[in-house]
């Protein structure tokens, strides 16, 4: 799209006040790592000088260029000893280039720009004045050192010194967990499989430690180890930690978790070969070896996080009623905002039918649908629980369903009839808020009733539900599609009968619901309110259906009502919430 003169950005290089010299590098050069890695197609070499010394740098551009940065290089990387910012293969990272907006006319300004902020970089590299830049990329300058072995990490990152274990496998991976259950609950094994284990330790270093990284060649050695964690300990962890030092065995881990200075930890391993005598932490210990772990963190303080999930959420506890169309997304959704405790009520069988709108796919088919959603989230989330309930309601309430031992209920069983009845007997019940929530057909919009809160607020479901004029039946008061009309469909006779609505609508819907749960959870909502999305009516016109008044009673495609208790509700008008 853009193509540049090569002769040009030469001469603007050499019109930079900082540099002395520039020459075009040979093809053959561009074939060198430093510049296959980065896909270097120009580049030249600079004479500068930095620190009163003479001073190389490549400066190298892709074909893309000037609609990306260039890349500048030193050509002798630890010239200056290890820097912040300074990669082993010389590249200087002088900006972060995701966002930046680029003046592609001006390619020779986007030059000098470049050569200002690289030069800067190591210079305050060189006076120490980024010194502690190290902190936050410690993990970074970790991961290149020499012989490096590659761990897993499920350990939760704590405050205090303890004891994990190391689990080998046969395929060579090696994993650091807090205990079996954790190590299990990741893997998915079955709680009747055991897994040998071998003794290792978690050091928290105290906050505002720094630590030059080493250099990539030379790893550190017992004496300089033992200096760094127990110099750098929090008060009083010094004895906790000898405490932990017991006899040594043949091979002895060790988990650094270094503190960054804008939140969280970077996590760093040590493996200590053929120990001899002591713990290596002890004086007058022998190794034969020491190798520096990666540690590729699988816990869940940084899986959770940095999947958006939300880590109060983990310990919660929440029962969803149905697993149809609504109820699969809102399992999946719940699951990945940080439920980690998800029990799943509903009798049915997943069939052909039900696959294009369903979470679940043709794999499932002839199964329960809970026992799918169990296989399916525990299949793709770790440290995620299911626990699948193939029943009915009406026999599950009281017997294996124990509502007192949840912190949320959602129902998306898309039967009023049950739904009520659910609602008038956790009325007399201590129980946990509920939300019910349900998808109107042809997409025209969709429901979630929070309800069952510890506050002064009347309301429930029932308040929704009033006499028709004619006294023959009832209506809900926030359709949005007008009363006495039936919109159940069959394609194939009355065997196969269902509402119309697709996957979208109930992933609609299941936002909805599951954004008010994660607020009732977090104990941002305290009270009971209805929240209702509207859509576009055009097909379900198009079928001769008729809309309620609440459809076209607002503007909003959200719309929210917190006051919904009908005087003469006959389940919570005498009652207290």
């Given at each position: ?30 074939a ?61 990272c ?20 470049a ?16 010194i ?30 303890k ?5 080998k ?33 978690f050091?928290p ?7 030059i ?23 009083g ?25 804008t939140?969280g ?35 869940k ?73 169990k ?7 770790p ?7 193939p ?31 659910l ?103 305290k ?51």
């Open positions: 799209m853009h193509e540049f003169d090569v002769s040009g950005l030469a001469g603007a290089l050499l019109a930079h006040p900082a540099v002395k010299s520039v020459v075009e590098l040979h093809p053959k050069i561009l060198e790592p430093w510049a296959k890695g980065h896909k270097v197609c120009h580049a030249f070499k600079l004479e500068i000088e930095l620190n009163g010394l003479p001073t190389q740098l490549y400066f190298g551009v892709k074909k893309s260029f000037p609609l990306c940065l260039p890349y500048i290089f030193l050509v002798k990387w630890d010239l200056f000893g290890i820097l912040p910012h300074v990669e082993v293969d010389g590249c200087i002088y900006v972060q280039e995701e966002g930046s907006l680029l003046d592609s006319g001006n390619a020779g300004g986007i030059a000098h720009e050569l200002n902020r690289a030069i800067k970089t190591v210079e305050d590299g060189i006076s120490k004045k980024n502690k830049d190290f902190i936050d990329e410690f993990g970074a300058y970790w991961d290149r050192l020499a012989k490096i072995k590659k761990y897993k990490s499920l350990v939760s990152p704590v405050d205090h010194v004891r994990i274990h190391l689990y496998e046969k395929s060579g991976q090696r994993y650091l967990a807090d205990d079996a259950q954790s190590f299990r609950k990741f893997m998915h094994h079955p709680a009747h499989v055991s897994w040998k284990h071998y003794p290792a330790l050091i270093l105290a906050p505002g430690t720094l630590i990284p080493p250099h990539p060649s030379k790893f550190w050695d017992l004496d300089e180890i033992r200096k760094i964690i127990l110099n750098n300990l929090a008060p962890q010094a004895v906790e930690l000898q405490s932990l030092l017991s006899k040594p065995h043949h091979e002895e881990v060790i988990l650094l978790s270094v503190p960054r200075l939140e930890e970077t996590l760093i391993g040590i493996r200590f070969e053929d120990v001899q005598l002591e713990h290596p932490l002890k004086e007058g210990s022998r190794v034969k070896d020491i190798v520096p772990l990666m540690i590729i963190r699988r816990d303080e940084y899986l959770m996080p940095r999947g958006g999930s939300n880590l109060t959420l983990r310990q919660k506890r929440v029962l969803l009623l149905g697993c149809g169309a609504l109820g699969g997304f809102i399992a999946n959704e719940l699951t990945r905002a940080g439920v980690s405790h998800l029990t799943v009520l509903d009798k049915d069988i997943l069939t052909h039918e039900n696959v294009y709108r369903h979470v679940l796919g043709m794999k499932h088919v002839g199964k329960a649908k809970v026992e799918g959603i296989n399916d989230i525990e299949g793709r989330l440290y995620v629980e299911v626990v699948p309930v029943s009915s309601l009406e026999d599950a309430m009281g017997s294996k369903i124990k509502v007192e031992n949840f912190d949320l209920i959602v129902s998306a069983l898309g039967n009023p009839t049950v739904e009520l009845a609602n008038k007997y956790l009325h007399g019940t201590v129980s946990p808020p509920v939300i019910f929530t349900w998808l109107e057909p042809y997409g025209i919009g969709g429901h979630a009733v929070l309800t069952n809160m510890d506050c002064s607020q009347k309301s429930c479901l029932c308040c929704l539900y009033e006499n028709t004029d004619d006294g023959k039946d009832k209506r809900c008061r926030v359709s949005f599609a007008a009363p006495g009309q039936n919109f159940a469909k069959n394609i194939d006779g009355c065997r196969n009968v269902f509402t119309p609505f697709g996957s979208l609508d109930a992933a609609r819907t299941s936002e909805l619901a599951t954004r008010l749960a994660i607020a009732t959870l977090t104990g941002d909502i009270t009971n309110l209805i929240r209702s999305w509207k859509g576009d009516a055009t097909e379900f016109l198009k079928n001769g259906k008729k809309l309620a008044p609440r459809f076209s009673g607002s503007d909003n495609h959200i719309i929210e009502h917190i006051e919904f208790h009908h005087e003469e509700c006959p389940v919570c008008h005498e009652t207290k919430n």
